[in-house]
C-alpha cells in the first residue's frame, strides 16, 4: 500500500486543500524551537502551519504514529493517532484550533465563516478525500475524536521546550 504522504505529493488537489485551508504544508516540517516529548520518545516534524506551528510524528514507526501538534507560541496537543485521521480532521474541519468546546453547533459556525470566502469549500474537500481514497467522518464525529485523542490520550504526550525545560500548554481544556 502506498504511503498517505506519497499520496498527498501526488495529488495535488489533495495537497492544495490540506496546504489551504487545511494549514498542513508538507514542506514546513521543521519546528521553530527546540523540543522533545517528556517520555523520551521520538519526535519527527512531518508538516507545518503559516504561523510557524508544527505537525510531529511521535515515537517509532510510520504514518500510524500518534501526531501532535506545536503552535508558535507554547502551546501543544495530540491531535490523531495516525495520519489517516488528521488529514480526515483537516478535510473535515480545518478550523478544529477554534473548536474550543469540540461541538457540532461551533464547528457548523465556523464552518459558516469559511464558507463566506471559499463557497466551494465542500466541493474540494470531497474531491480531496476521493483522490486519498479516504471516506469521511461528520463533523461531530471527528471533533468528539479530537477531544478524545487531545485532552485523554494526549495527557502521555508533554511536549518540552527543551533549553529551559518546560512544558508547553495545552492547546485544549475539557
Not at 504514529?65 to 501543544?76: F, K, T
Request: proline share 5%; net charge negative; with cysteine.
Amino acid at each position: 500500500m502506498e504511503s498517505l504522504i506519497a499520496a498527498l505529493r501526488e495529488q495535488e488537489e489533495a495537497a492544495r486543500f490540506l496546504a489551504w485551508p487545511g494549514d498542513f504544508d508538507l514542506d514546513r516540517g521543521d519546528h521553530v524551537e527546540e523540543v522533545h516529548l517528556a517520555s523520551g520518545a521520538a519526535l519527527e516534524g512531518i508538516a507545518g502551519d503559516g504561523a510557524g506551528g508544527t505537525f510531529f510524528f511521535c515515537g517509532e514507526g510510520g504514518e500510524e504514529r500518534p501526531i501532535l501538534y506545536a503552535d508558535s507560541e507554547g502551546g501543544a496537543a495530540l491531535e490523531a493517532v495516525g495520519l489517516p485521521e488528521l488529514v480526515r480532521l483537516l478535510l473535515v474541519a480545518p478550523w478544529w484550533q477554534s473548536c474550543q468546546t469540540f461541538t457540532d453547533e461551533e464547528s457548523r459556525g465556523l464552518e459558516t465563516e469559511y464558507l463566506e470566502d471559499m463557497p466551494d469549500l465542500a466541493a474540494r474537500r470531497d474531491r480531496a478525500a476521493a483522490a486519498l481514497g479516504l471516506d469521511l467522518p461528520g463533523q461531530g464525529e471527528a471533533l468528539a475524536r479530537l477531544r478524545e485523542v487531545a485532552t485523554r490520550l494526549g495527557q502521555d504526550f508533554v511536549l518540552i521546550f527543551t533549553p529551559e525545560g518546560h512544558p508547553y500548554e495545552p492547546l485544549f481544556t475539557v
